[in-house]
């Protein structure tokens, strides 16, 4: 089975990760890619990593272009993927890296994003309960936001289990590839290096939406999220540091065993042996999340903690991941576990 | 007036900011500097950016070495400073910058430490209700750590104003000299580059005893933290995200006018106007700390955040203001309130 | 006496540096802040490290605003100098931190410029021969480029004692703040961390005819100047591996004596012990200047290290140093030795 | 075919990459891994990263140990090859990752090492003139040096090609993982973020006899090298700057052409479009090497400067290339030519 993909987007971070992967994919020939501001430049001067693509040029994103694949991937701004999605047919295999149908409620959408909400499709993180079976087989796919990645898997099973009273506070730090690769001077080198600081503070973050989501579905009633996200000196990278109350009658052995529990046979998933925690260098470029959680009986709180790449396992290979199933591959095809560490 | 001063333990990072701070300082005298293994070592090749100081040597940490000074600093290793400081008299001022006196509760060091309580001092963070007070004049100063100075500093003026429950959740990221200077693999620069780690997690870390402290004091009741701690890839540095729920009626307005009000006259301490967030970079190498706090009301959690410079305001420049405290100086004297960014 | 003085171009990295400095200068009094795009902006929005000046709004660089003052700094695009500073009058002091005077060949200036050359001034490099005595009492200050600062010194000792042969091979590292404030793609945190690259190689960047220039006056000859310049991911720097190949009857001893002397009395420029190498941490936001200089017996060639802060020594401090000789202060009045390390 | 592979010093920063880039090559199967202080502990402790190993647990490096594999790599400190390489007999391949059998001339291994010289084994450069060669085949390899590996492959055609004056200059900023994972002082985190350092200025790294042995070879002649390697703050990555004068004759058309001829066909070296600069980044986890070259009129120098990662093409993903090579397998096995960015 040779799987012939486009990529809309593919000067971006999104993008260019996704062509890494997608490169070292055995089943997938990379197609049409392209770019806007950037399209007629050679990927070489756009993204010079990427050696065996270098000579591509980026064409403009319209429909004739991304016609006749098996699979497009969208790697646009939010609010632009359901006008392309639209031209694409029914039959192809279309996996959105943007924001657009990831929540279920139209309000959230509109509340976080104010335009007029597109849709919902199924939701490409097949670790959590009921994910799996909705991407096998399916023609549309959203993969989830970076930090509803972390923090979902870092929580979720605490839901499930029954063991975490419903209002969630999560800190998370990302590395700066996550504000994307359009020039800010906020996002400089001499900005950034040496710093931290945190940004949509209180609640204002587009992802909590999608972290109540996630969090509520598993526990199944609504959780409140505090989040507070920082932009942490390092390309790459999320930690997400979750804490929850634990219901009467927790222990430590009864958060272990539902984490055991939650994991054990998720190929991605890697709950740390105790005592070791989870950093963001151990999975730098790779597919694996880093989860560890600990129950402190001084306050009685549940500390979950995970450590995902931002842009493999947060984006391009929950992609990635996501195709694999949806078009009935093996779901860890052409993905490593493997960090490029130190 | 001026003030000879002696530093004990002039090799690490706490000592080599104290003596940087020193240089600046008009009234201070720098008298003896000592050191345990590096003893007979010029600072020059220990401490190479101190340049006026490149050609003294350190000598042993000895009872006569520290004598004849009107100030004695205290750089050393938690369980050592007592033994110290018996011997330089009641009237030498003795400015501790480990953790010996810093707790009022010998259980708690117990607890934390596992050796024998020493005793308690004056505590060296003047913006604390009544701390100022009991430093002026005073002979014996505990520094405050550095993770508690960034947390009650973001914290205690939600506590004093009645607005928070007694159940605080705090993460922070501290830059890598927090760690100290004895080499240890974990602290190799090719491994916290690009990389954020927790550690400590589920209430271990010996700063968190010294939190619940000066939040109680604060909120005249016990407060319970939740701390968590993590390595950023930065060399200085803090940033810690403290949340609490909010007491029935607390707005948005109560929040800001309690601190407005708390740090209204404080020279240190800078409450960002709204909408402008803490980052370490603009307090690196200051005294200064960055506060800013917000009111979520979707989880009616009041989220306060600061910006410190872990050596500085967090050790040495903590260690300086309130040796001012102590002799009479102004207290900001050899203070700078501006970074070095970027 | 009380020097009031003025700073066009308030918001970018080199008059932040400027201003961090004028703030510890004891003579100094800081008038009229000028932006361009971003007048009318509180400065605590720009260079939030800056907390004294929080409050102060930027103005348009116009002759009126500008006008009253003793001392007036330009860090202004290059080009733009002229016109400002033909308004300020013959009796007001101006140091302009940018390109438009240093270079004494017109030739040159329009080569590397591409517009008309606009005159020499008075070169703000005290250390040099002759500099010195050419800045008292000046009323118009070119100051130095930063490549050209850690060059020139490294380098320049030996040139005067005819060590040297007229070729100089040299290679910099600088830190990104050099690059300006005005972002680019390929100045972004996620671009420039864990990255070193080159850029203008082989001759075509604009400090290199200034390096000619200095080398060159030192030498009494011309000195072919081979410059590479490297970013490298830290804020700022510069590290400057200078070597050329040796005259016939040099000697480690005689490289050595000829640095000695050129250095002994330079309360800024630092010669290490032998054995040490400069580092560019340890004049982290300092006006000094590290230097090292080996001879290779085995290829013959003499190998001269500097290390400064592009931004104080580099930029900034060397206006200073520049604006105390012209006035008639202490050359070291409000500038500091003294990194901040680690 | 199934290669066993065994790999004594599997804990370090060079036997990890190894271990990342064997675990992705579709013919090797890993067999014993070996330490020496860390013998008995998890892998999953050691190098998290390699999540797919994490249950190995090292054993103690022996002939014992080691017997019974097609492939023995040696990732040990120098000096311990030979004894080790002994023991494995002669049919078995061994690729040794240190220093000790990659000199020709064993004065130069003893004035640069000071014990006696091991011997000399086919070198593990294959894009050098004969290497390929004689590596097919043979049962003994010495992997290259990662600075020579970079200055090398910029520099040889220039003298191939007769058009380079045989005195180079040479300047190079690696990474920190080149130093090692033995905790020093001057390589804690806290030192290297922000700075750039020399090291071994003058001709003393022990890379020089190397450099000088592989320049002569292809130049015909003796090549003399001044090196001054340099400490970068990034985890990985060479950037090597080499300049040498140009021959009669020369011009940039010559130059370009001899490296066009170079390179047109090998498969891991990248001559980058003329405007394009190398950058560590791109080749970040990548056995790619990015190569550019000017010719600087003005001083008549030749300025050829690469970026390689000094872990993989710089150490394990040359030693795999070379293994393939002696094994009969396809060259580039195993390996990727797309870089982990940003």
Redesign the interface.
Known sequence: MTVRAAVAGASG?AG?ELL?LL??HPEVEIGALTGNSNAGQ?L??L??????L?DRVLAETTAEVLAGHDVVFLALPHGQSAAVAEHLGPDVLVVDMGADFRLADAADWEAFYGSPHAGTWPYGLPELPGARAALEGSKRVAVPGCYPTAVSLALYPAYTAGLAEP?A?I?A?S???G?G?A???H?????????????G???GHRHTPEMIQNLSAAAGERV???F?P?L??????I?A?C?AAAKEGVTAGTVRAAYDKAYADEPFV?L??EG???????????N?V?V?V??????R?I?A?S?IDNLTKGTAGGAVQSMNLALGLPEGLGL???????
Chains 1, 2, 3, 4 share one sequence.
């Open positions: 971070y260019g890494r490169l070292a050679r070489g001067a993204q010079p990593h990427l050696l065996p270098a209002e506070v800190v730090a590395g700066t590839s504000a690769k020039p800010k001077p996002l400089l080198g001499s900005e950034v290096m040496g710093s931290m600081s945190p940004y503070v209180g609640g409140a999220v505090s507070t920082t942490a000196p390092m390309p790459r990278g930690l540091t804490t890697h740390l042996p070791q925690w989870p950093a963001t260098a151990s999975v730098h470029g790779s694996a880093q560890q600990a129950y402190d009986a001084a306050t709180r500390i903690i450590a490593s576990t493997i960090g490029v560490a130190p």
